[in-house]
């Protein structure tokens, strides 16, 4: 791996997990000092996370790790709620049903204790919509909107009752798109992300009370 490559995939690990919080600085020589690259490499990797939106870039020298707040969060599930109802949608019609109907049984199974199995299980999930659907414009737009979402995913890891409702609600979706039903697949993944924004929006509600 490239050390630009190895420099941004180590900083995007470190912000989506909280390592380095929202309004940190990140300063050039201090961080490629840290991860053992020279500076051209590192901007590179900065310019990338800049892209992406996860860094802010408040001088030449000196970039901060990007907040989120509720307007924020609010927005991405806007974009969210409209690219995945659809991206539903298609794979209920363009899907092959052995797939979804295995990861049914998955969701149904999954042992949400362990979170990080979980959003692995999400992921395959979120991997086979993508090619289900095989749009590259879709999925490009939704691989941009999953990097900001595992950083506020990170809000809903302690609620262990919303992460077991996510699971049944995962498996509503699958077992609609096996079925090869595009309304009720859409509608399915409307509720869950309903439900998953009403959560983190009201924990911050009361973190902040």
């Known amino acids: 791996m490239r050390a630009g490559e190895r420099a ?17 600085v990140l300063g050039e ?5 840290r991860l053992g690259v020279s ?13 992406d939106g996860l860094v802010v870039q408040t001088s030449p020298r000196v970039t901060v790790v990007a907040g ?13 709620r409209a690219l995945e109802t659809e991206a539903a949608r298609l794979a209920a019609v363009r899907a092959e049903r052995r797939i979804f109907a295995a990861l049914a049984r998955e969701f149904a199974d999954v042992d949400t204790v362990d979170a990080d199995s979980y959003y692995s299980l999400i992921a395959r999930f979120d991997a086979a919509i993508d090619s289900a659907v095989d749009n590259a414009y879709l999925s490009g737009a939704l691989r941009s909107v999953r ?6 995913r990170r809000m809903a890891r302690d ?3 919303r992460l077991t409702a996510s699971a049944g609600e995962h498996e509503l979706i699958a077992r609609a798109i096996a079925a090869g039903e595009p309304d009720l697949a859409a509608h399915a993944t409307h509720v869950h992300l309903h439900n998953a924004v009403s959560t983190i929006l ?3 509600t009361e973190e902040h009370s």
């Open 68 to 80: 989120i707040d509720v307007d924020d969060i609010r927005a991405l599930f806007e974009l969210r």
């Open 159 to 161: 609620n262990p009752q």
């Open 202 to 204: 009201e924990a911050l």
């Open 29 to 33: 020589v201090e961080q490629a000092t």
């Open 147 to 152: 990097t900001h979402l595992v950083r506020v």
């Open 39 to 51: 500076r051209t490499p590192l901007r590179e990797a900065l310019r990338r996370l800049a892209s």
């Open 8 to 24: 941004y995939a180590t900083l995007l690990d470190e912000i989506q997990s909280g390592t380095l919080s929202p309004g940190m």
